[in-house]
């Protein structure tokens, strides 16, 4: 069973004074199956940023399902629906979204302390994490005594410390230079391999040649998927180019 299945997911939004409609997404389709690594891009106003927040459970559709592992969230309430994140979903922000007076075992271990854990348990998965990440010497500093992939690798690690059955990163690299990015990325591959199904919002050709599939968004739609199967990270890479260099040219479908 496929682990995040999107049918026909359509939003509208409308204007503040509820006169003029716009259409963020008109017809998404597609599914994810477990331990895919999935890239999602498109250009500013695709939708990419829309459909993250729907798959997250962020946001409801106007019409059309979201299933995560079969489950339909949609008719959840407010409060099921931030159950049911804290307990099947994992986030990394572009900005890490961390609380700079907490220490970053504090923040590691917030998503635990919210689901009521015991201490010792806590203690246990955050030092596990955290030696995973290479970041088990940074436990009792503050966010803003470490670095930037620093901080992102906390982040990671507050998103993984609940075993998440979806990872959601929206562009984790955006805020790291490129040392710092390379090896997040590589880290996030680490995590795939290891069997972590992940979906990530980019608009990176170096960062979405890590995936294991990507899919471009144009007008609120799936308007282009590519699949690793063997090739290599720099083929991969090249395949994004030319498929963005169609994209922004306005190519249809049979073009790519």
Do not use: W
């Not at 010792?120 to 030092?127: A, G, L, N, P, T």
């Not at 670095?147 to 075993?163: D, E, M």
């Not at 990015?181 to 591959?189: A, V, W």
């Not at 960062?207 to 599939?213: E, G, I, K, L, Q």
């Amino acid at each position: 069973m496929s682990i995040l299945e999107v049918n026909h997911v359509k939003k509208v939004y409308k204007t503040r004074m509820g006169g003029d409609e716009v259409t963020a997404l008109r017809d998404m389709h597609f599914t994810v199956e477990p331990g895919e690594f999935v890239a999602i891009m498109g250009e500013s106003g695709s939708g990419k940023t829309t459909l993250l927040n729907i798959l997250a459970c962020l946001d409801q559709p106007t019409a059309g399902t979201v299933k995560i592992e079969g489950k339909d969230y949609s008719s959840l309430k407010d409060n099921e629906r931030a159950i049911f994140r804290r307990e099947n979903l994992g986030f990394i922000f572009q900005d890490f979204n961390l609380l700079d007076n907490f220490s970053i075992e504090d923040n590691i271990k917030l998503p635990l302390v919210l689901a009521g854990e015991e201490y010792k348990q806590m203690d246990e998965k955050v030092y596990a994490i955290a030696r995973q990440l290479g970041i088990e010497e940074l436990l009792k500093k503050y966010p803003y005594e470490v670095s930037g992939g620093q901080k992102q690798r906390t982040a990671v690690a507050r998103a993984l410390i609940t075993n998440p059955h979806i990872l959601f990163a929206d562009e984790p690299t955006g805020a790291l230079d490129s040392r710092a990015s390379t090896n997040l990325l590589r880290q996030l591959r680490q995590i795939n391999q290891n069997g972590q199904t992940i979906l990530m919002v980019t608009h990176s050709n170096v960062t979405a040649s890590y995936a294991d599939r990507v899919m471009f968004i144009k007008d609120g739609e799936v308007f282009h998927q590519i699949y690793r199967g063997e090739m290599t990270r720099n083929e991969m890479l090249d395949k994004i180019c030319d498929s963005v260099t169609v994209l922004m040219r306005g190519g249809e479908d049979g073009e790519l």
